[in-house]
């Protein structure tokens, strides 16, 4: 008689956050008979309160875990030692964090005989120039993109490490060193910016648009780092996280033997381009046509003051991770991902659409 293969259990960290939350409904609600009986065991900061509500709104299927903070390392070692497949969906750059489920993947490797694998989540602004800066700016190729599949993205990311250090780079690349010397497979995913309403419980809206949009309401004027001409790309939420659902199926069904390896498994998923003047602007305007300021002009400033008005916004932004984040040339390619099978639904009207629906949803609530 054949032997029934067990259900797979997945490990997912930032469960209740806005793209962990997502990626968590994607993968509970898919029809797919792999992952129909799929369980998701979910690493929980503070109280269990949040955790309880998982439970009783998923059931069984979700075991939530309490820990301290993204500091209780030794649990979370333990904790993934006891899975096959991790999915890193919380901050992404907490590098002790990271290297502690490395960690226990490779225990649980050596103990289980069989391949492991962790997702990580990452951001294209680790690409990002930093014309304002000018730390490092594109001189010979200033619309440069950056193909997953053509391109040494590793390597470059390494030459950028070498001359000025950004953490969530620094610590994506320890992912993969770490994972590599540690016999783990690691397949790095890299969102651009990010919007739409999540399908998690708990956290529903992005970041950059909301804190563009206090700002406007703080300061009665809308802003924009520099000249606001870089280039970035966007992707909706739900699109991102259908690619996880794509990845964690062919780990899966085929060991991975569709994704890259090491070094070539960062991943981008892009689904369409806007200049930080588009956003700033589009906030403006619908600020103006709700009354909540006086006219649409949006005034360029710089990083310093920059910081000043967006750290009540962003967690322990600096100058380097605003220039990073919300400024500057990031263009992506995501020929890894369409290869896979994947293609994002929203179009560059669901885009604009959504950003303006984002803009008021934070409205609402200030």
């Known amino acids: 008689m054949a032997s029934v293969s067990p259900a797979p259990k997945i490990l997912l960290t930032g469960a209740t956050g806005y793209i962990g939350g997502t990626i968590l409904t994607n993968l509970l609600n ?3 008979p792999t992952l129909e009986k799929a369980t998701f065991t979910c690493l929980i900061r503070g109280s269990l309160e949040r955790g309880t509500l998982l439970s009783s709104t998923y059931g069984a299927r979700v075991q939530p875990i309490a820990y301290t903070d993204l500091n209780d390392l030794e649990l979370t070692t333990q904790v993934a030692s006891e899975h096959d497949i991790v999915i ?3 901050i992404g750059y907490h590098a002790a964090s990271a290297q502690a489920l490395l960690h226990g993947l490779a225990q649980r490797k050596a103990a289980a ?3 492991v694998w962790m ?10 120039e930093q ?5 490092w700016v594109e001189e010979d190729d200033p619309d440069r993109e950056f ?3 053509r391109d040494d993205v590793y390597g470059y990311e390494k030459s950028r490490e070498e001359v000025h250090s950004y953490i969530q780079r620094s610590t994506e690349l320890s992912v993969v060193d770490q994972g590599r010397a540690l016999g783990v497979e690691t397949v790095v995913v890299m969102p651009p910016l990010i919007y739409g309403f999540g399908t998690g419980l708990f956290n ?3 970041v950059q648009i909301p804190s563009y949009v206090r700002s406007v309401l703080e300061y009665g004027r809308a802003v924009v780092l520099g000249d606001g001409t870089g280039v970035r790309d966007f992707l909706h939420v739900e699109d991102l996280a259908a690619l996880y659902r794509i990845v964690v199926l062919d780990i899966l069904e085929k060991k991975g033997m569709s994704l890259p390896r090491a070094e070539k498994a960062i991943i981008f998923s892009a689904g369409g381009r806007f200049s930080w003047m588009d956003i700033a602007q589009c906030v403006a305007d619908v600020c103006l046509k709700e009354g909540r300021i006086k006219d649409r002009q949006v005034r360029s400033i710089g990083l310093e003051e920059g910081v000043k008005i967006f750290s009540s916004y962003l967690e322990e932004v600096d100058e380097d991770m605003l220039e990073l984040g919300l400024s500057g040339n990031s263009r992506t390619v995501s020929s890894v991902a369409k290869r896979l099978g994947w293609k994002p639904t929203r179009t560059q009207d669901d885009w604009q659409k959504g950003l303006v629906e984002d803009i008021r949803a934070t409205l609402r609530v200030q």
């Not at 014309?131 to 730390?135: D, E, N, P, Q």
């Open 113 to 115: 005989g069989r391949d």
């Open 88 to 90: 890193n969906a919380g």
């Open 131 to 135: 014309a304002i800066s000018k730390r």
């Open 147 to 149: 193909d997953d599949e």
């Open 119 to 128: 997702i990580h989540t990452s951001g294209t602004s680790n690409l990002g």
């Open 30 to 32: 898919s029809s797919h």
């Open 204 to 206: 529903k809206k992005s």
